[in-house]
Every structure is written in C-alpha cells, then in structure tokens.
C-alpha cells in the first residue's frame, strides 16, 4: 500500500476529472502533513511542464528539475488545483522537493485562499 509523505513527488492519477480541472496521470507534490499518514487520502498540489506564460501566474509555483525531485522537466506546482485524492490513486514516488520549494507552494496557496491569520481573531 502506498503512504506517500509531505514534500514527496508522486506520479498519480487524476482522471477522471470535471471542467477545469488539471487532468492526466502526471506527478505532484504531497502537502498534506505526515501526522495523517495514516488516513487514506493526501492533499495534492499537481505539477505541469513549466511555461513562459507561468511567470506572472502567482499560483504557478516554479520546481526546477533536480536529481532530488526525479522530475523530466522544468515544472511549475499549480495550487490553484490543490486537491486531496485518494492512496490508490499514487502509482510510485519519484523523489522529493526541497523544503524551499515546498514553503513556496504553501505560501503560494496562502495567496490563492487570500488567508490572513489576524482577520480570524
């Protein structure tokens, strides 16, 4: 069984989707925290082959590929499609992102939730 943990790359697969939603089997990025390792869904951030047109897009996350993450390409964390999906759905793990990258994605999806901690006191 597969139990995929926090900034771990996964190959996964996402079909069947709805509309807008990022498609494919492709890899991602877990972002759930390891203290739900044992529930069987994980919260996704999807990758797609970085873009010129990604630059100015605040929820495209830049991932330069790396040994360490085991991407092809140059790719870009799309937290506008963060998702939770069920362990089935992981095929096989490809590697890791740097803590760095993964603090990117969380912040990027603070920016996509327009969170701010002081509004909620």
Not at 48 to 55: G, L, R
Not at 81 to 89: F, G, M, T
Request: net charge positive; aromatic share 6%; hydrophobic share 40%.
């Amino acid at each position: 069984m597969n139990n995929p943990k926090r900034g771990e790359v996964w190959l996964v697969k996402l079909d069947p989707t709805r509309g807008q939603e990022i498609k494919k089997t492709r890899p991602a990025i877990v972002i759930s925290s390891n203290i739900f390792r044992s529930v069987s869904v994980k919260i996704i951030v999807p990758i797609a082959k970085w873009q010129s047109k990604f630059k100015n897009r605040l929820f495209m996350i830049s991932i330069p590929k790396t040994d360490e993450n085991g991407l092809d390409n140059d790719s870009a964390g799309n937290v506008l499609q963060v998702r939770s999906i069920a362990n089935e759905r992981f095929v096989r793990c490809l590697g890791r992102v740097s803590n760095s990258i993964l603090e990117e994605l969380l912040a990027g999806l603070i920016i996509c939730i327009d969170y701010e901690y002081d509004s909620l006191i």
